[in-house]
């Protein structure tokens, strides 16, 4: 039981690390506009190691939680399909960090933009991690909060959210590339969709952990 509580915080605290060092780093990066640029971007230039570190760390701590959710659930196809979700989440977070992206929309600051093969592979797996943070709270898992309709209800709205800020972004990048919108808040719907994705993380998290210590 003690291991299990300990791989359920490791969800509570991927949560926070991850969107929470991205804004404050954001928010503090000379030449970086959370308004504008991606998150990954902070991967790159001044202080990238951080981020590299950052994404590595959160998605050892995914993983860990990952196996934290298949001890607290009761078998079955949802919570199979619960865990895969959060080790590919957690898989994907690792690539990100080990693979930097390009620079892109002005950042780092006097960089040229260009398309590397290390830069597809991180947007892949940028894909993939906010179809994973999307798709996890749509999973009708059967557990400690499985018959709350509060729960069932936040959990749609958390993957419907992150699903809008993440296609909304991709218009607002593209009216920026058409001179349209410019700077475009491209980074600011990026910035929502993960800390929508990861706050749903930590409930799931500590709500695993509270039923836990009930059953104790």
């Not at 989440?89 to 390009?102: K, M, Q, R």
């Amino acid at each position: 039981m003690r291991l299990t509580m300990i791989l359920l915080g490791c969800g509570v605290a991927a949560g926070v690390l991850i969107p929470a060092l991205l804004l404050i780093d954001g928010a503090t990066r000379p030449g970086y506009s959370l308004w504008h640029n991606g998150a990954s971007q902070l991967g790159t230039g001044e202080r990238g190691w951080l981020q590299t570190a950052n994404f590595v760390i959160g998605g050892l701590l995914l993983l860990a939680f990952a196996a934290g959710l298949r001890r607290a659930l009761p078998p079955g196809r949802a919570a199979v399909w619960a865990t895969f979700l959060l080790v590919v989440c957690g898989l994907a977070a690792v690539v990100a960090g080990i693979v930097p992206t390009d620079p892109a929309l002005g950042y780092p600051p006097g960089r040229a933009e260009v398309v590397t093969t290390a830069g597809r592979i991180h947007g892949l797996a940028g894909l993939v991690l906010f179809v994973a943070l999307a798709a996890m709270p749509l999973v009708p898992v059967r557990g400690p909060h499985g018959g709350s309709r509060g729960w069932t209800v936040y959990s749609r709205w958390s993957g419907a959210l992150v699903i809008t800020f993440r296609h909304r972004r991709r218009g607002r990048l593209r009216l920026d590339a058409q001179g349209v919108v410019r700077p475009a808040p491209a980074g600011l719907l990026e910035h929502a969709a993960l800390v929508v994705g990861f706050a749903w993380i930590i409930a799931a998290a500590r709500l695993l952990r509270r039923n836990a210590l009930r059953e104790v």
